[in-house]
């Protein structure tokens, strides 16, 4: 799998006729005087990606840019970002893969589907952080999109799986995806939903704003509901061997994008109004969750 070629910044322009030059270039001078962000590291592809996921609004990128950074730096999932053994595991037992065809609302999809059925092998952590290695790697290949649809399969999910969620790690995910990603989340879908899916949302609800809560649908297995939204001959039935190696190969020949994605960290000891901790998004926080018990 070759080396990705990052999405190209005039390109951009000429799609996004609502996104002038000069809005992006106040942005990265805005960058410049904030003194604990990276701005020697953050490009005009980072600030174009932001600012189109925020609708926009110059405020609330700049906030969103802070809170990206500074979340990158805090989280675990964003550290030691290598293809090593661990991260070869949870590709081995999740195919992760951006969808080629759009959905009926044109948003471009991301599949999830569990493939080894063994509770042993599936190491939440290890998951989550490949599923951000693909996003991050996709959509600076790809650019801006119009939204984006995350679609989960729950075949071959058992209890045993859900019992092995680490809340903190759950709860740190859905605060960066809903607070700091550089996407628009337009759709969520779990399918092929067991009877037993009440156990799951009740973990992942908590963590789950209003906003996200109205987009997230739950598909059963015997339903077609799911084609209200997308294709069903659109997901992924075949070759899905082929298809999680392709992914493992393509973040492996991607290792200087992830080494210069980590240079993109806030220095703490330089924030105005002095350091943040995970303390300073999650109050109270616990060192961790206790896992869930099923009932």
């Not at 600012?51 to 926009?56: D, E, G, P, R």
């Not at 290695?133 to 290949?141: G, N, R, V």
């Not at 075949?155 to 990603?181: C, K, P, W, Y």
């Not at 994605?261 to 002095?274: F, I, L, N, T």
Request: net charge negative; charged share 30%.
């Amino acid at each position: 799998m070759s080396v990705i070629t990052c999405a190209s910044v005039e390109k951009e322009y000429e799609k996004l006729n609502n996104v002038k030059r000069d809005e992006i270039q106040n942005l990265m001078a805005w960058l410049k005087g904030v003194a604990h962000l990276p701005h020697e590291f953050i490009t005009e592809l980072d600030v174009i990606l932001a600012y189109h996921s925020c609708a926009l609004d110059a405020d609330l990128t700049k906030r969103v840019i802070d809170v990206n950074y500074t979340l990158k730096t805090l989280f675990p999932f964003y550290q030691n970002r290598n293809v090593d053994a661990s991260l070869d595991m949870a590709l081995q037992t999740w195919l992760i893969y951006p969808l080629p065809t759009l959905t009926k609302k044109g948003f471009k999809s991301i599949y999830c589907e569990l493939l080894d059925a063994d509770p042993k092998k599936f190491v939440y952590a290890d998951v989550i952080k490949a599923f951000l290695m693909i996003m991050d790697l996709w959509q600076y290949e790809e650019g801006t999109v119009p939204g984006v649809a995350l679609i989960v399969n729950l075949d071959r999910v058992s209890l045993g799986h859900i019992s092995r969620v680490n809340l903190t790690v759950a709860q740190q995910f859905f605060f960066f995806l809903q607070e700091a990603m550089f996407v628009s989340l337009k759709e969520f879908h779990f399918i092929n939903a067991p009877t037993f899916v009440d156990k799951l949302l009740s973990m992942v609800k908590p963590f789950m704003k209003d906003e996200l809560l109205d987009i997230l649908k739950v598909h059963q297995a015997d339903a077609n509901s799911l084609e209200e939204f997308i294709a069903i001959e659109d997901l992924v039935k075949d070759n899905k061997s082929v298809l999680k190696d392709e992914m493992f190969n393509k973040l492996k020949a991607n290792h200087k994008f992830f080494e210069d994605e980590a240079k993109k960290r806030v220095d703490e000891s330089k924030r105005r109004d002095g350091p943040k901790t995970l303390s300073s998004f999650f109050p109270g926080m616990e060192e961790s969750f206790k896992k869930l018990e099923i009932d």
